[in-house]
Structures are given as C-alpha cells and as structure tokens.
C-alpha cells in the first residue's frame, strides 16, 4: 500500500525508555510480526533500526503459568507452560507467589565438575553476603537463577534464623514487576545451609555510592524518572500487603535485563500493619530523622524518606548528608540544610523537599510520587515504565477508543481501509507504536 495516498502525514511514536538499547533487541520480547511491522513503520518515518547482535540470546515475554516470570529464554516457549519440572502450584487468577519449599536435597556434580544442587548448576559466585554466598546457577532448560546459600549455622550463631524466616514468609506474598521474585527454598541438613533461588537481577545495582558519600555520575533525566517511578509501583504494591522494606538504598534496586528497577533485599523489612517500631536497623545514611531522635518510626515513612535519599543520590550523584561520626551524620540529618545545585530540575527539587519533609505527618506519600509533575508522562506498559512521546494530541482525530490491535502481517494489512477507526495501539513485549492521522 502506498501510505502517501492513505494518509496526510503519519507521526509514529515508539514509547520505550533508552530506545538504543531496546531496540538492539528487536528479535528478542516482541517477537517477529511486531518486529516486521515495526521495521516498514520505522522504514516510512526514515529511522534506522539497530540490527541484533547474533549472539545475543532471545527472551520472551510469555509468562510461566505458575510463577508469572516472563524471562524464558526463547527457544523454551515450546518446552511447556512453566519454567522448570520444580516450579510448582497451581495458576491463579490473582498471579499469587508461589515458592517451593524443599526438606530435601540432591546434590550432584556434572561432566564438568561442577555442583549441581535440584537440577540447578552452580556456575559462578555472584557476591558475598552476612550469612552466605550468591551465585549463578543455571537450569537443565537453560534459564538462569540467583541463589543465594545461607549457612544456618551462622544464622543461629547471630540470632538471624527467625529474620530470614520472616524474610521468605514476606517473600511468599510479593509478585509485581518492580519486586525481586523468589521461586524456591530448599533445605540441606546434610551441610546445614539453606538455599534462597530468585530471579538473575543482571545488571545488578541501580546506582553505587563510595565510602566517602559520593557515588557514580548523575543520572539520566529520563533514566532517573523511570527508575523512580519503578521503585513508587514497587512502594505502593508492598505496602498495599502491608509489608514496609525498611532498608531502601541503591544497593538494594536491582536491575533486570531490561534496566527495570526491582525492590530487592527484604531482610529487615517487616509487617507495616504494626504501624510503629523503635528498630534501629537498615542503613544509617538512609535514616529518617524520627529514627535518630529514637521516636517511634512508621515503616512506611522510613521507605519514603529512603526512596527520596536514594533519588537524591541518583540525581546529584552523592547523598544529601553524609558523616563517618553517627552523631554527626544524626544532626545533619535532623537540623541540616538540604541543598540542591543551581541548575536542578525544579520540579525534582519540588519532589524531593517534599520527600525528605523532616515532619513524617508532612511527608510525600507513594501516591503523591506517582502523581507529582516530576513524573508526568510516564505510564507503565506490561510492567515497564515508558516516558511518553511528546506527540500533540490536539492535532489528532481519534472516532474510536484506543484498543490493542489485532496481529496484523504487514502494515499494509494493519492499515487497511475497512479498519473502522482512525487511532489503534499495536502493544508488543517493551514497544508500543502509535499511528495517528492528523486532524485536516
């Protein structure tokens, strides 16, 4: 079809935050229809499109009917419904959290020498933690899983036991797209460790600071938004179960392969219904001031003050107030000058004073976040947040709600006359494209 005698002019807006590097991907979530039809929009709009390297690996965006993951490598689509023999449950319609929890354990070692522990191959160590190693380990089916091996011995030499308990307890009732998931527990008398099996955060922290309170550059404008707006969706869901992290800090926003923020670590969080505590535990930078001052801390307060030392630290690249002396770091925090630099956004400026309100009473809520000016634009598509295109609506004649459209096979297909509406949303995997005709 020749779209010049179809259409005055056609604006075509591929929503997707760092579009570069989605784009390298283009064989991989949106699969080879969508990527046909976006490859003749892209041709029309004479913008190039990045070809996939052929190493790179496929992933999908069709979810596992047990646990809801939706990073199945793709040549696993026709393997069956779930991720692997051990996931277990039935599906619901609510997508509950299923973990499976294991009183046993078989331990093996393949050709390569490797351990392999309930069909899981331990390749590599990822890091180190209080209680234990984490390491990369990888299924029979290929997909790969974070699991993190605690020794109980150490756990009840610290009085830990009954934390990380409270831990998977919390775990079990979580399932968004801005939560680390966990997928199996697994118990091993033989050599008195416990076995933690989440989802492979890849790209690792959302943002690391030094010793000495500074950290990486500043942020993206636009990767600071969708980070931010990532970790509000996550806020809003575990509070909504009643559960409050306590511990919110870069270090604990992991990133997926697709630069999602996740809300990762809940070891000291605990149940936000219990609506004050005196804890004293998380990180001290990351304190509310009613923490210093040893009065009783909502759990949910504390989360927000966090979340806004976390975003301030992502914009500014150092922590809004910092000291090696507790005391020092106490006053600051409860009497200090928060200062931002001359050319700040003044809409995050706006965003962050209210976030870091000294009055918990007075402090920004996870709602106004979400709904505050700094934010606006951004929606969430399958989980993930875009920042919308700037296109001018008001140029735009829309006869019939925005609806998803069906799998078309070509463009020509997709815009053929007998479509009864003028404004239709093709929704695949991280893409959306919108073809709009302009208003005569």
């Known amino acids: 079809m020749d779209s010049d005698d179809e259409f005055d002019e056609m604006m075509v807006e591929m929503v997707a935050s760092d579009a570069s590097t989605r784009l390298a991907s283009l064989e991989g979530p949106i699969g080879p229809v969508t990527a046909e039809l976006l490859r003749t929009v892209a041709k029309l709009a004479h913008v190039e499109l990045p070809k996939a390297p052929q190493s790179q690996s496929a992933v999908s965006s069709r979810n596992c009917v047990v646990c809801g993951r939706s990073d199945r490598a793709q040549k696993l689509r026709k393997s069956g419904p779930k991720c692997d023999p051990w996931c277990i449950g039935q599906p619901s319609s609510k997508k509950e959290t299923v973990i499976e929890e294991m009183k046993f354990i078989k331990r093996e070692t393949n050709d390569k020498g490797q351990e392999v522990i309930n069909g899981l191959v331990l390749e590599r160590k990822l890091g180190k933690g209080a209680f234990g190693n984490v390491m990369l380990a990888r299924a029979a089916t290929g997909q790969e899983y974070a699991v993190k091996i605690l020794s109980k011995s150490r756990l009840r030499k610290l009085g830990a036991i009954s934390k990380v308990q409270a831990e998977i307890e919390i775990l079990k009732k979580l399932q968004h797209p801005h939560v680390m ?50 970790i509000a969706r996550g806020l809003q869901y575990i509070h909504a179960r009643g559960v409050a992290h306590r511990d919110i800090k870069p270090e604990n926003i992991l990133l997926d392969a697709d630069d999602k923020a996740k809300l990762a670590d809940f070891g000291v969080s605990d149940d936000s219904d219990r609506a004050f505590t005196q804890s004293t535990e998380g990180s001290p930078a990351f304190f509310p001031p009613e923490e210093f001052l040893g009065l009783p801390v909502s759990g949910v307060r504390h989360d927000l003050w966090a979340f806004g030392v976390t975003l301030y630290c992502m914009a500014f690249g150092r922590l809004p107030f910092f ?33 870091l309100d000294r009055d918990p009473e007075r402090r920004a809520t996870v709602e106004f976040v979400l709904t505050h000016p700094f934010l606006r634009g951004l929606r969430s598509i399958k989980g993930r947040p875009e920042i919308a295109s700037p296109v001018d609506f008001s140029t735009c004649t829309f006869s019939a709600p925005q609806c998803n459209c069906r799998a078309a096979l070509s463009l020509s297909e997709f815009c053929a006359p007998d479509v009864a509406v003028t404004h239709e949303l093709v929704q695949g995997g991280d893409y959306s494209i919108s073809i709009y005709r302009r208003s005569t």
């Open 323 to 355: 000291s090696l002396d507790r005391q020092d770091l106490a006053n600051q925090v409860t009497e200090g000058r928060l200062s931002f630099p001359p050319d700040a956004d003044e809409e995050l400026v706006d965003l962050l004073r209210h976030m």
């Open 181 to 230: 998931r966990v997928y199996a527990v697994f118990d091993d008398p033989s050599q008195d460790n416990l076995f933690l099996v989440s989802e492979y955060l890849k790209n690792g922290e959302s943002y690391r600071l030094k010793e000495d309170g500074t950290g990486d550059p500043p942020l993206s404008p636009d990767r600071l938004k969708k980070f931010a707006f990532g």
